[in-house]
């Protein structure tokens, strides 16, 4: 079984050089004496859907894998190199949820920290138009719609704030959470 701790790099992905901790462009950096040349870390990149259907009611997936197995959140994932934030979004709805959908809009952007990687960028966007019968798939071990006065917990709070957002501003008759 693969391991989900985060893993500390100590060696340069050019060089191979051991790498060093170092205070440079204003901050504290990994660097490589070896390429002479600091070692950016960046966000990794994921995104998420917020499905309503025709009922004003929201689409959510039980994780079937870690983190927070058995808990709900929105369909999403990573982003994966070739795709568009918003094609990762429509081919994790499809993976997790056997649905089709078209992105009405971008609901917004956060970051967030990860259990693999020290930051995870994510971005949301509502899709209302949908097509298929929803069923588990992929990492997903149930799919339903929910009222929103009636969600379970949300297994991430970045999740939980593209819920809030879309209720607070993009939905026709807010129902706050």
Known sequence: MVSMEKRTRQY???CASPLENRHVQGRRRLYCPGCRTPIYENPVPAACVVLIDGH???LLVKRRVPPKQGMWCLPGGFVECGETPEQA???ELR?????TGRVNTLIGATTSPGTLYDSILLIGYLVSRYRGTARAGDDAAEVD???TGDLPPIAF????SFIRLY?????TESTPI
């Open 12 to 14: 340069c992905h050019f």
């Open 56 to 58: 004003d009611q929201i």
């Open 89 to 91: 979004a429509l081919r």
């Open 95 to 99: 993976e997790e949820t056997g649905l």
């Open 145 to 147: 719609f929910f009222d």
């Open 157 to 160: 709070e970045s999740h939980l």
């Open 167 to 171: 209720f607070s501003t993009l939905a």
